[in-house]
């Protein structure tokens, strides 16, 4: 079920917003109401959240427009009730590469507390006092919660934009590895303090702390198994002898295979040459279309991608992450060698354990 409605796509980016947002809405909206019993006060303040929102998206976009210049694309932008997301297909591996990705992000916010200082000043708005002579509390209140968006971003709560820089520094001097731990137990440290903060105070910091907590010791976790598999070939941790399948076979014939085998996924080869793969969600719509005495080379869209033997482990599950794919083939010159599956590395990694510890 998508949580999320597309609000549209700029810079070839998409935008959505979680239904959870609209929560946020209704609980200033009728706060405000019940405080000021306003409804032109309760507008105002929801006017006040989408204005925050639209520089909390404008934020993100600094993290995806300059981890776009490094090469590496976003997927899309969500807003939550605690902020705004923007899924990267990775993170920089060169530790200035993510120092600037992460600052990008709280430099659009000094940008933007910057242009409303420069309209309230002429104006004679006085920073420290509620209105000004021209009375301009919205744009007062907008440039301080981008003052305090700067400021709380950049604690080192990691994976938030602060946790992220000093993970960058402290790469710079430490690997990788011990650089990330380092940084997500500050992270962690630094949720204690917001869910502490959450109970006698805002109950959104609760929330955030909750997303720090888990998302610090979740990254710690994807890091270790990076590294654990950098420097490791594809032809390692293939499964070299999968069952394949040829074009004149018939889907009813390949669906015997998935019901009485775990293989999932069919490489379809002639003579080592590889023509496609036929996975197991195409087979399962061909059949409930009615076409299961059809010819598997009928049903194949294309040759499909896949990936060298020599090729790094860690680069082609990020790949197969990417296309959204359980198993990948494998060649070698052209010749189809092996296929590569979540399962195939386990057994990997579970024998090289073995043998590490005999």
């Not at 899309?76 to 997301?85: A, E, N, Y």
């Not at 933007?112 to 309230?120: F, H, M, P, S």
Request: net charge neutral.
């Amino acid at each position: 079920m998508n949580w999320s409605w597309k609000l549209g796509r700029l810079a070839g980016i998409d935008v959505y917003m979680h239904w959870t947002f609209l929560l946020l809405l209704g609980f200033v909206g009728l706060t405000d109401l019940q405080e000021s019993g306003s409804v032109v006060a309760a507008v105002k303040g929801v006017g006040l959240v989408v204005a925050v929102f639209v520089c909390v998206v404008l934020h993100e976009y600094g993290h995806a427009l300059t981890a776009r210049y490094y090469g590496i694309p976003t997927r899309d932008i969500t807003l939550l009730p605690i902020g705004g997301v923007a899924r990267l297909e990775r993170m920089p591996d060169d530790p200035r590469q993510e120092l600037w990705v992460a600052l990008a992000g709280p430099a659009v916010n000094v940008v933007i507390a910057g242009l409303l200082a420069a309209i309230l000043i002429p104006l004679g708005v006085a920073f420290l006092e509620p209105t000004g002579r021209l009375q301009a509390p919205f744009l007062q209140s907008l440039m301080f919660i981008n003052i305090g968006l700067i400021f709380f971003n950049m604690l080192p709560a990691f994976p938030m934009d602060g946790g992220r820089v000093l993970r960058a520094l402290l790469a710079h001097w430490l690997d990788y590895g011990r650089a990330t731990d380092i940084a997500a137990r500050v992270g962690q440290g630094m949720a204690v303090l917001f869910a502490i903060g959450g109970i006698f105070g805002n109950p959104m910091l609760f929330l955030i702390a909750v997303f720090v907590f888990f998302g610090a010791a979740a990254e710690a976790r994807n890091v270790r198994s990076r590294l654990m598999m950098a420097g490791v070939p594809v032809r390692d941790a293939m499964n070299p002898r999968p069952l394949t399948i040829p074009p004149d076979a018939t889907l009813l014939q390949v669906a015997d295979h998935l019901i009485t085998g775990p293989q999932r996924d069919f490489p379809v080869v002639v003579e080592d040459r590889l023509l496609g793969m036929l996975r197991r969600d195409e087979l399962m719509q061909a059949l409930n279309q009615g076409r299961a005495g059809t010819y598997v080379g009928e049903n194949l869209t294309g040759n499909g991608e896949a990936a060298d033997e020599a090729e790094m482990l860690n680069r082609v599950l990020e790949r197969m992450g990417q296309r959204g794919v359980t198993s990948m083939p494998v060649t070698q010159e052209g010749r189809f060698v092996g296929l590569l599956t979540p399962e195939s590395v386990g057994q990997f990694f579970s024998i090289r354990a073995a043998n590490r510890a005999g």
